[in-house]
């Protein structure tokens, strides 16, 4: 079975990338075709294509390798995955190695990488090993307002981090300190934060910072019942989006003042001092104290 696909290519640094038509498929044994729902655009991929990076796979090359989606088809061995939503890994390990066979595919020699070692998922279709593919439960994204092209960046941009978070044995009341919260920081910060960790985020960018701080202000109303869930996505999703450029101040305003609506502006600058007093001041080390007052005091630090 072949499906009709398109990717768009890039063929050389910095100049327009180039539609083309292809047959995805027949699949080898294991393999499946993914309808590609959304590809996230890392800076991985920005290097490729502005910086002239070399890639592994010879050009021309679709990039990408943030992917969500739904499998279209499959070959022999990986049926039962048909139909289902699905994140693709952003790294591919080989699965049969004496690494992998001892957990430690991310150090794989054989990985593969789309976008890099592979063509990617800048396309309407990507042919992967189903090995590794990881189940999405749409119900559960429906129920806070997201859809399945929203998390494609779980693939690499979160879970980099959680990793980071996991093997370093992170727990409730451990202090992490982040230095830069840009797209992976950033999402090191609120993963720690769940955690239970005590979290200071460090940043010449004070923009970066204040969403941040925004960020886990919403996780700490939603965690003392004072914000509802569906409350929370929809807010949570507008910081996201305006991180990524794809809203503006205004329209973050708008969504954030939904919650609001309502409340006085007392009752909810006391929930900011209290979650301050809790969450923040309260739990410094005092070997970081003149750390971040340093960083306060240039600005860099929120």
Excluded at 45 to 57: A, E, K, Q
Excluded at 89 to 97: D, I, N, Q, R
Excluded at 100 to 121: H, V, Y
Excluded at 291 to 301: K, N, P, Q
Aim: aromatic share 6%; glycine share 12%.
């Amino acid at each position: 079975m072949t499906i009709a696909a398109t990717r768009w290519v890039m063929t050389a640094p910095g100049t327009p990338m180039v539609r083309e038509a292809f047959d995805a498929g027949p699949l080898a044994a294991g393999e499946v075709t993914v309808e590609v729902a959304g590809c996230g655009v890392c800076h991985t991929d920005l290097g490729y294509f502005y910086d002239g990076v070399r890639t592994n796979h010879a050009l021309p090359l679709a990039l990408g390798h943030e992917i969500s989606g739904r499998v279209a088809a499959a070959g022999a061995g990986a049926e039962r995955w048909v139909g289902k939503p699905v994140l693709i890994p952003a790294v591919l390990p080989c699965g049969h190695c004496d690494l992998c066979n001892r957990s430690l595919g991310t150090i794989c020699r054989g990985q593969k990488m789309p976008g890099n070692d592979i063509q990617g998922g800048f396309a309407t279709h990507i042919t992967v090993p189903a090995r590794g593919l990881c189940e999405v439960d749409t119900l559960r994204l429906e129920s806070v307002g997201l859809e399945l092209a929203d998390i494609c960046v779980v693939a690499d941009a979160l879970t980099t981090p959680y990793q980071a978070v996991r093997r370093t044995g992170v727990k409730p009341g451990t202090l992490v300190v982040v230095v830069g919260v840009g797209g992976v920081g950033g999402y090191c910060v609120q993963v720690a934060n769940a955690f239970g960790a005590k979290v200071v985020a460090i940043d010449v960018d004070g923009t970066l910072l204040r969403v941040q701080s925004g960020v886990l202000y919403i996780a700490y109303l939603r965690r003392n019942g004072l914000m509802g869930r569906a409350d929370q996505a929809r807010i949570y999703w507008a910081f996201l989006t305006y991180r990524l450029g794809m809203l503006n101040m205004r329209k973050l305003a708008e969504v954030t003042s939904r919650w609001l609506r309502g409340r006085e502006e007392e009752e909810v600058a006391e929930h900011c001092r209290h979650w301050y007093e809790t969450e923040v001041r309260a739990h410094m080390r005092s070997e970081i104290v003149d750390l971040v007052r340093d960083h306060c005091a240039r600005g860099h630090l929120v």
